[in-house]
């Protein structure tokens, strides 16, 4: 066989979406699994979006869209943001992607090349890294840490600041930490972008997934002091639960969207028709749906919360957003004997071997000692799940609790 592309040999494969294969695989197989690993609303697509996809069908509205979306959809997009936000976009200022992933993509490709460096922080949704390497420039990665709640901190980020940075990458609310950043450290971060020439992205993937009433109004905060260098990129795939429609939006100054489209129009085109008159009953209809989901997985968060605190060796905090549990293991793999298992992959290995549970292991997010929990799970998964990952803590770490009493 000949050679695979260089540029192969510098990305991974996604390692979140290599759990969802896993439990695939063994369900396929027979085997019943309790999933925390999928990153994905377990609800049905509201039926008022349902209803607009038959529409579209039936009216044969199945046709190449303008690559960049359909109008509707963008004043749509539009109108979400500035009712939200207070923000003002026009038309030629948004396009329609595959998912926010082909929007921060598209947006990496456009910004992003050789010899630039990015700036993001980590734990990370590790596809945004990889993105930039795909975009030939580098990712630094900016730490957070578990014990102020992985607060995105903007002296962190300004610290990371180099003649070479092109760009700062954030992401809030954050996949894997479920962390908000600040208004205040988001505009000390854009201001240093608005003296450097600095390009701002900003995630807002998990923006309608916020737990209490905190400020956080990012979109106006970058609006004020630097919007010609901003990128918003959201989705329908959490807010909505449609992650498998493919439906996600950049908002940018026009030239930036200009080369988005570009590219888009090289490599997908546009999103499904029919999704797209999806989004816009989404985006348009009743937001009570999102409000009730939201509820759900606040419930689930507290119980999940309270479940694991049964077992101090499982250090977590509640997050203030997204739907993740992210827990410090690192106390149970400390205390381990030889040859039992010394890193999150192997914890999370084990725990799906011996108790068919799926997490994901922090190293996916470049965050090894922890593992990831998804509560986007019936309560009853969450109930069974938990308790068989405290049985299984149980067991592997008593050797700790013999040592420390003897
Ligand atoms: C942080 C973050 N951003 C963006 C996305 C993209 O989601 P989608 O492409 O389904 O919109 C995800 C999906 O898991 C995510 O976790």
Same mark, same amino acid.
């Given at each position: 066989?000949?050679?695979?592309?260089?540029?192969?040999?510098?990305?991974?494969?996604?390692?979140?979406?290599?759990?969802?294969?896993?439990?695939?695989?063994?369900?396929?197989?027979?085997?019943?699994?309790?999933?925390?690993?999928?990153?994905?609303?377990?609800?049905?697509?509201?039926?008022?979006?349902?209803?607009?996809?038959?529409?579209?069908?039936?009216?044969?509205? %199945?046709?190449?869209?303008?690559?960049?979306?359909?109008?509707?959809?963008?004043?749509?997009?539009?109108?979400?943001?500035?009712?939200?936000?207070?923000?003002?976009?026009?038309?030629?200022?948004?396009?329609?992607?595959?998912?926010?992933?082909?929007?921060?993509?598209?947006?990496?490709?456009?910004?992003?090349?050789?010899?630039?460096?990015?700036?993001?922080?980590?734990?990370?949704?590790?596809?945004?890294?990889?993105?930039?390497?795909?975009?030939?420039?580098?990712?630094?990665?900016?730490?957070?840490?578990?014990?102020?709640?992985?607060?995105?901190? +903007?002296?962190?980020?300004?610290?990371?600041?180099?003649?070479?940075?092109? +760009?700062?990458?954030?992401?809030?609310?954050?996949?894997? %930490?479920?962390?908000?950043?600040?208004?205040?450290?988001?505009?000390?971060?854009?201001?240093?972008?608005?003296?450097?020439?600095?390009?701002?992205?900003?995630?807002?993937?998990?923006?309608?997934?916020?737990?209490?009433?905190? /400020?956080?109004?990012? /979109?106006?905060?970058?609006?004020?002091?630097?919007?010609?260098?901003?990128?918003?990129?959201?989705?329908?795939?959490?807010?909505?639960?449609?992650?498998?429609?493919?439906?996600?939006?950049?908002?940018?100054?026009?030239?930036?969207?200009?080369?988005? +489209?570009?590219?888009?129009?090289?490599?997908?085109?546009?999103?499904?028709?029919?999704?797209?008159?999806?989004?816009?009953?989404?985006?348009?209809?009743?937001?009570?749906?999102?409000?009730?989901?939201?509820?759900?997985?606040?419930?689930?968060?507290?119980?999940?919360?309270?479940?694991?605190?049964?077992?101090?060796?499982?250090?977590?905090?509640? /997050?203030?957003?997204?739907?993740?549990?992210?827990?410090?293991? +690192?106390?149970?793999?400390?205390?381990?004997?030889?040859?039992?298992?010394?890193?999150?992959?192997?914890?999370?290995?084990?725990?799906?071997?011996?108790?068919?549970?799926?997490?994901?292991?922090?190293?996916?997010?470049?965050? /090894?000692?922890?593992?990831?929990?998804?509560?986007?799970?019936?309560?009853?998964?969450?109930?069974?799940?938990?308790?068989?990952?405290?049985?299984?803590?149980?067991?592997?770490?008593?050797?700790?609790?013999?040592?420390?009493?003897?």
């Amino acid at each position: 066989m000949a050679r695979l592309a260089e540029r192969t040999t510098r990305i991974a494969g996604s390692a979140t979406m290599a759990v969802t294969a896993t439990v695939d695989r063994l369900r396929r197989a027979g085997v019943e699994v309790l999933d925390f690993g999928a990153g994905e609303p377990d609800f049905a697509t509201p039926d008022a979006v349902k209803a607009a996809a038959h529409t579209a069908l039936d009216q044969d509205f %199945t046709r190449y869209t303008a690559v960049s979306g359909i109008a509707e959809l963008k004043r749509a997009i539009g109108d979400r943001y500035r009712a939200d936000y207070g923000v003002d976009y026009a038309d030629s200022e948004v396009i329609v992607s595959a998912g926010g992933k082909q929007a921060l993509f598209n947006a990496a490709l456009s910004l992003f090349g050789p010899g630039d460096e990015v700036i993001t922080h980590a734990p990370c949704w590790p596809t945004l890294p990889e993105q930039i390497k795909l975009a030939d420039a580098s990712p630094v990665l900016v730490r957070t840490h578990a014990e102020d709640g992985f607060a995105i901190g +903007g002296r962190a980020i300004l610290d990371a600041i180099t003649p070479r940075t092109r +760009g700062i990458i954030i992401n809030s609310p954050c996949n894997p %930490t479920g962390a908000l950043i600040t208004e205040d450290d988001l505009a000390s971060i854009a201001d240093a972008a608005a003296r450097q020439g600095i390009w701002v992205i900003l995630d807002l993937c998990y923006e309608k997934l916020i737990y209490d009433a905190v /400020p956080h109004n990012l /979109p106006a905060v970058l609006a004020r002091r630097c919007r010609d260098l901003t990128v918003l990129c959201g989705s329908a795939s959490k807010a909505y639960a449609m992650t498998g429609w493919r439906c996600g939006w950049a908002l940018a100054p026009a030239p930036v969207i200009a080369a988005c +489209g570009a590219i888009q129009s090289h490599s997908t085109s546009n999103v499904s028709s029919i999704t797209q008159k999806a989004a816009v009953a989404a985006l348009t209809g009743s937001q009570e749906t999102v409000r009730a989901m939201l509820d759900e997985y606040r419930t689930r968060r507290d119980n999940l919360w309270q479940w694991l605190s049964a077992d101090p060796r499982l250090r977590c905090r509640k /997050p203030a957003g997204a739907f993740y549990m992210f827990i410090d293991v +690192g106390d149970v793999l400390s205390g381990l004997e030889p040859g039992g298992f010394r890193t999150s992959t192997e914890f999370a290995q084990a725990l799906l071997d011996e108790s068919r549970v799926a997490v994901t292991p922090g190293e996916a997010f470049d965050a /090894p000692g922890f593992i990831r929990i998804s509560y986007a799970t019936s309560m009853e998964t969450l109930r069974e799940g938990t308790e068989r990952l405290l049985a299984f803590v149980a067991a592997h770490a008593a050797p700790i609790r013999r040592a420390a009493a003897g």
